[in-house]
């Protein structure tokens, strides 16, 4: 091995181990939901959970209906009987957002989390992207959990 390599090898794997640590870290802190979206009803119950929107022909902009499951599992929902154009985020138990999709008004086509989830908030569609929420920020719950 020439010096040049060898001197290759240990920056690049120096630069590869501080990549991999940095990219692992979040540095942002919990996002506090109810600061933008003070209009929050929770559903926790079977029942509430399936009927979700369902039949509403319009929700306010600063509305979310927030789903608490009972088991972290992957989680599906759909948008049957369901008129508005929504963006569904899932979440973990920590309130860190796996997934964000934009869901299709009257599909009957379940959209799945990637990963096991416990939680989910339903909103106007492009609302995250409105408010700058993407995956992997944390959403911070102890307020909306403190009211189920």
Known sequence: MSRQS???????????????IASGISASE???LEK???NIEVV???QDRQKGLMYKKAIPEDYGMFFIWNTKKVQCMWMKNTYIPLSVAYMDGSGKII?????VPLSKISVCSDRPALYALEVNRGWYK???IKVGDILDLD???QND
């Not at 997934?99 to 869901?103: A, F, G, L, R, T």
């Open 6 to 20: 060898q001197r290759f090898v240990p920056k690049s794997f120096n630069f590869l181990i501080f990549f991999l």
């Open 143 to 145: 307020k909306i959990l």
């Open 130 to 132: 409105r408010n700058n």
């Open 99 to 103: 997934n964000i999709y934009d869901m």
């Open 44 to 46: 926790s119950k079977f």
């Open 30 to 32: 919990p996002i506090s």
């Open 36 to 38: 933008i979206l003070p």
